[in-house]
């Protein structure tokens, strides 16, 4: 079945720190993939795309995500936290066989000053 | 950017009264989804629609919920009647294309049944 899996309910690191947030996809082929940040009482924000070329995209803010197909993953990285990074992430993936966008669970990120 | 408004922002209903929830999707936007999220946890898909048809629903979306774009105005989201397990908060979506196009939400309609 096409699943999208965010192992990690809850990440916490420290400003400044580096960070990994993961996202594993069920599907044979290449799908489209997406992550999400969503911000107390507001909708989600698009942070970063991918759909084919460079497995390692660039989004705002310092994110970028790298589609590993071996791994069937995309997971999110930044180098460096702010504590507005605190925050509801989620990795979404457009299969394309449907026109419905799965979301993964998401993972709260909770960045300590 | 472009913005998808959502009216109302909360409502209070009482259960087995009838809400409709409306959305005023990125103009030229051609798809457009509702998505369900329960206590800021998992964005749960609903249903899309294109083309004055619904294309895909979920196990969620059941008999008591309907979607209709009215002459494009807003893309609604009726319950009829409602149920305590509908509060949520309801999300829409658009995108210019069904398959590639990111999606681009709202803030959401949060909805209590008593």
């Known amino acids: 079945a096409q699943s999208v899996t965010q192992p990690d309910a809850r990440v916490t690191v420290s400003e400044g720190a580096s960070l990994q947030l993961r996202c594993k996809y069920s599907?044979?082929?290449?799908?489209?993939l997406f992550w999400y940040v969503q911000y107390p009482r507001q909708g989600l924000q698009l942070l970063l795309k991918?759909?084919?070329?460079?497995?390692v995209v660039q989004g705002v803010n310092g994110f970028e995500a790298e589609f590993i197909k071996s791994n069937s993953s995309f997971h999110l990285r930044k180098a460096s936290v702010h504590w507005s990074d605190s925050a509801v992430y989620f990795c979404a993936v457009r299969f394309p066989n449907t026109n419905k966008v799965v979301f993964g669970t998401g993972t709260r990120l909770q960045v300590l000053p | 950017g472009p913005k998808v408004l959502q009216i109302p922002s909360h409502q209070i209903i009482d259960m087995g009264q009838m809400v409709t929830l409306n959305c005023d999707p990125v103009s030229n936007h051609l798809y457009f989804y509702w998505y369900k999220q329960i206590l800021g946890q998992q964005m749960e898909f609903l249903v899309n629609?294109?083309?004055?048809?619904?294309?895909?629903k979920s196990k969620l979306f059941k008999d008591q919920f309907s979607v209709e774009r009215p002459d494009g105005s807003y893309f609604t989201l009726k319950i009829q009647p409602t149920a305590l397990e509908d509060s949520a908060v309801y999300f829409c979506?658009?995108?210019?294309?069904?398959?590639?196009?990111?999606?681009?939400f709202g803030e959401g309609s949060k909805l209590t049944v008593l």
């Open positions: 599907y044979s082929g290449t799908p489209y």
């Open positions: 991918y759909y084919s070329g460079d497995p």
């Open positions: 979506a658009s995108s210019s294309t069904g398959n590639t196009g990111q999606l681009y």
């Open positions: 629609f294109y083309n004055g048809k619904v294309m895909e």
